[in-house]
């Protein structure tokens, strides 16, 4: 997966000085040891802090080795303002934890108290306003807290791929859109750089690639993607063309940045003036870790990347689109499935969703815009879709957003996509997730979400409420069950 970066650990433990330092050098070696048996390279750095000098030091010592994110253990209780300070001077997001105790026969010279250290190092970082991650259930021994950096490793590529992101936007948001259209001073608060251009900019470095001589190679890395799906093969060398044009401008535009996403204006000059629909295009950028977001969906390509490096794998941004009818409810997913009728609905984009995301995929055109741009006739601008049911699995619908008065919010909600014809076009898929009648009118109506979702592949909330809750979003909502009212419920 491109565009993501290499989360590379350092591990530093801590000790108050009252306490056998040997103890918490001791238990950090077991916890390296613990994360090197389940596949987690992690850098142990030396220097055991015990003041703040010494904190300084291991922060060197970690930099040196190109840390850039750590975890700062409490082998014992800890020394609460050099173990804050760790985390104050570093350039990147950190984990604490601490270390449980080892057997009931030392617990003389052997005890640690890092359960109650561990309260301390919370209030410190409070008192200092510094952001931490903190596992659940923080306090362990060597294999616990190594299952415990297993779950930061995915928080911290995405805390440390937003820190050095740019998303780079292409026309104006459309004026019948105004839910994709959302302050983004937001998003300097948290470190993401934007630059916006215009359509016209993006038209001029199109044709500039006309006849660019990397154009065949791009055409025959579509055509073994697509194989039967290859359905208008004349489309491919603009196709190609366009995909070069995306790659080039991410790769001349970064900047100080090592990241980049986009979210571009696609309709509707847009299909008329480049001669075809740039979904296929924009599925496959996805597919390379750099998504593409509809309809100058800035938050939405914010979203997407957090996806991506959540999991590390292929997302895609889809509509909160459409009902399943009763009939399909009733005869092909009530007699198999646990849900009721409000817990389904169609997920749905015209076709960018990448191609390994789809049960089968292949090239069409998008039946909207060609009413709409062609009055409904044979399609030659409107086609470049990818169309096709998404694949089966489990899903998590997911969105950061910021208010119209600036302040970020997120909604997080696990489920699946089930393994039934949608009998309809684009990409598009059968979601089904618990209460989400409930959570469609309290979270998604109630606080104003806009009707584009990204879709990670997996079930990876967790993850994404850590994030979320590290870059200080305090409204994170959850499709909650039944008995759970939301603050808007009616209770009777």
């Known amino acids: 997966?491109?565009?993501?970066?290499?989360?590379?650990?350092?591990?530093?433990?801590?000790?108050?000085?009252?306490?056998?330092?040997?103890?918490?050098?001791?238990?950090?070696?077991?916890?390296?040891?613990?994360?090197?048996?389940?596949?987690?390279?992690?850098?142990?750095?030396?220097?055991?802090?015990?003041?703040?000098?010494?904190?300084?030091?291991?922060?060197?010592?970690?930099?040196?080795?190109?840390?850039?994110?750590?975890?700062?253990?409490?082998?014992?209780?800890?020394?609460?303002?050099?173990?804050?300070?760790?985390?104050?001077?570093?350039?990147?997001?950190?984990?604490?934890?601490?270390?449980?105790?080892?057997?009931?026969?030392?617990?003389?010279?052997?005890?640690?108290?890092?359960?109650?250290?561990?309260?301390?190092?919370?209030?410190?970082?409070?008192?200092?306003?510094?952001?931490?991650?903190?596992?659940?259930?923080?306090?362990?021994?060597?294999?616990?807290?190594?299952?415990?950096?297993?779950?930061?490793?995915?928080?911290?590529?995405?805390?440390?791929?937003?820190?050095?992101?740019?998303?780079?936007?292409?026309?104006?948001?459309?004026?019948?859109?105004?839910?994709?259209?959302?302050?983004?001073?937001?998003?300097?608060?948290?470190?993401?750089?934007?630059?916006?251009?215009?359509?016209?900019?993006?038209?001029?470095?199109?044709?500039?690639?006309?006849?660019?001589?990397?154009?065949?190679?791009?055409?025959?890395?579509?055509?073994?993607?697509?194989?039967?799906?290859?359905?208008?093969?004349?489309?491919?060398?603009?196709?190609?063309?366009?995909?070069?044009?995306?790659?080039?401008?991410?790769?001349?535009?970064?900047?100080?940045?090592?990241?980049?996403v986009f979210a571009d204006k696609c309709w509707p000059a847009f299909p008329k003036e480049f001669g075809f629909e740039p979904c296929y295009v924009n599925s496959r950028l996805a597919s390379k870790g750099i998504p593409v977001a509809c309809e100058v969906d800035i938050y939405g390509a914010l979203s997407e990347y957090i996806g991506t490096c959540v999991t590390g794998a292929p997302v895609t941004l889809l509509d909160i689109n459409n009902t399943v009818p009763k009939d399909m409810y009733e005869g092909e997913i009530k007699p198999k499935y646990d849900y009721e009728l409000s817990d389904t609905f169609m997920g749905f984009h015209c076709g960018n969703t990448p191609f390994c995301r789809l049960s089968a995929g292949a090239i069409k055109y998008q039946m909207i815009q060609n009413r709409l741009l062609e009055n409904g006739n044979t399609p030659d601008f409107t086609r470049g879709t990818l169309e096709g049911d998404i694949a089966p699995g489990e899903i998590t619908f997911f969105r950061l957003q910021t208010t119209a008065d600036t302040k970020l919010q997120a909604y997080i909600a696990q489920g699946e996509v089930l393994p039934v014809a949608t009998r309809s076009f684009g990409g598009i898929g059968i979601f089904a997730i618990h209460d989400m009648g409930r959570f469609y009118r309290h979270v998604l109506i109630q606080k104003r979400y806009p009707h584009h979702g990204a879709v990670a592949f997996g079930h990876v909330g967790k993850a994404l409420y850590s994030i979320f809750r590290y870059l200080g979003v305090e409204d994170i909502a959850y499709n909650q069950p039944k008995g759970v009212l939301y603050k808007t419920e009616c209770p009777f």
């Open 1 to 260: 997966m491109q565009n993501i970066p290499e989360v590379k650990l350092g591990l530093i433990a801590v000790s108050r000085d009252c306490f056998v330092i040997s103890i918490s050098e001791g238990r950090r070696k077991k916890v390296a040891e613990a994360c090197s048996k389940i596949g987690i390279k992690v850098f142990e750095a030396p220097t055991v802090v015990e003041n703040e000098k010494d904190a300084l030091k291991a922060l060197d010592e970690a930099k040196a080795a190109g840390c850039n994110a750590l975890v700062v253990f409490l082998g014992n209780f800890g020394p609460e303002t050099p173990e804050t300070i760790i985390a104050q001077r570093f350039d990147g997001p950190v984990m604490y934890a601490a270390a449980a105790e080892e057997r009931g026969d030392n617990l003389l010279n052997g005890r640690g108290d890092a359960y109650c250290g561990m309260l301390n190092c919370s209030y410190n970082l409070g008192l200092r306003k510094i952001p931490a991650y903190i596992p659940e259930y923080p306090v362990g021994d060597a294999d616990d807290v190594a299952a415990m950096v297993a779950d930061f490793v995915p928080v911290a590529r995405a805390l440390v791929g937003l820190r050095s992101l740019k998303i780079i936007t292409f026309g104006p948001r459309p004026q019948d859109f105004f839910a994709c259209n959302a302050p983004i001073k937001a998003l300097y608060d948290i470190g993401v750089e934007i630059e916006e251009n215009s359509e016209l900019d993006l038209l001029v470095s199109y044709r500039e690639h006309k006849d660019d001589p990397r154009i065949a190679s791009i055409i025959e890395e579509m055509k073994e993607e697509l194989g039967t799906g290859d359905t208008y093969p004349e489309l491919l060398p603009r196709m190609a063309q366009f995909e070069l044009t995306l790659l080039d401008w991410a790769e001349n535009h970064k900047g100080a940045r090592d990241y980049v």
